[in-house]
């Protein structure tokens, strides 16, 4: 059965593709509470409604092994879907902390170079 990870520890998250097709990908390295974990992913939250503050949540999940020392172990994991046209930036939960981390277009950091010249 699946559970969050203890701790995040860096959230990275960027837009590719264009304009017509924006892509979201999220990567978050975080510590488990013992070496073994499997299956370690970013589980997104699923909203009927999109959140006010414009972020996309994600827990960092996996499975937890049957029998193992207590030792803390890095971890990490990445997804990537279609940018949702509310999300601003991400949040990455865990079971001590949270990262967010803000979005920004690529293709809006070329129009401003342009516009300064």
Same mark, same amino acid.
């Given at each position: 059965?699946?559970?969050?990870?203890?701790?995040?520890?860096?959230?990275?998250?960027?837009?590719?593709? /264009?304009?017509?097709?924006?892509?979201?990908? &999220? +990567? !978050?390295?975080?510590?488990? @509470?013992? %070496?073994? $974990?499997?299956?370690?992913?970013?589980?997104?939250?699923?909203?009927?409604?999109?959140?006010?503050?414009?972020?996309?949540?994600?827990?960092?999940?996996?499975?937890?092994?049957? /029998?193992?020392?207590?030792?803390?172990?890095? &971890? +990490? !994991?990445?997804?990537?879907? @279609?940018? %949702?046209? $509310?999300?601003?930036?991400?949040?990455?939960?865990?079971?001590?902390?949270?990262?967010?981390?803000?979005?920004?277009?690529?293709?809006?950091?070329?129009?401003?170079?342009?516009?300064?010249?």
């Amino acid at each position: 059965m699946s559970e969050l990870i203890r701790e995040i520890v860096e959230v990275t998250a960027w837009i590719a593709g /264009d304009e017509e097709n924006p892509q979201l990908t &999220v +990567e !978050a390295e975080g510590l488990a @509470p013992t %070496a073994g $974990w499997s299956n370690v992913r970013l589980d997104p939250h699923v909203y009927i409604t999109p959140p006010e503050d414009g972020v996309q949540d994600f827990d960092l999940v996996g499975d937890r092994p049957t /029998d193992a020392a207590e030792a803390l172990t890095e &971890v +990490e !994991a990445a997804w990537e879907g @279609p940018l %949702a046209d $509310w999300c601003i930036g991400v949040r990455v939960h865990a079971v001590d902390n949270m990262i967010e981390d803000e979005l920004f277009e690529p293709w809006d950091e070329d129009e401003d170079a342009s516009e300064a010249a």
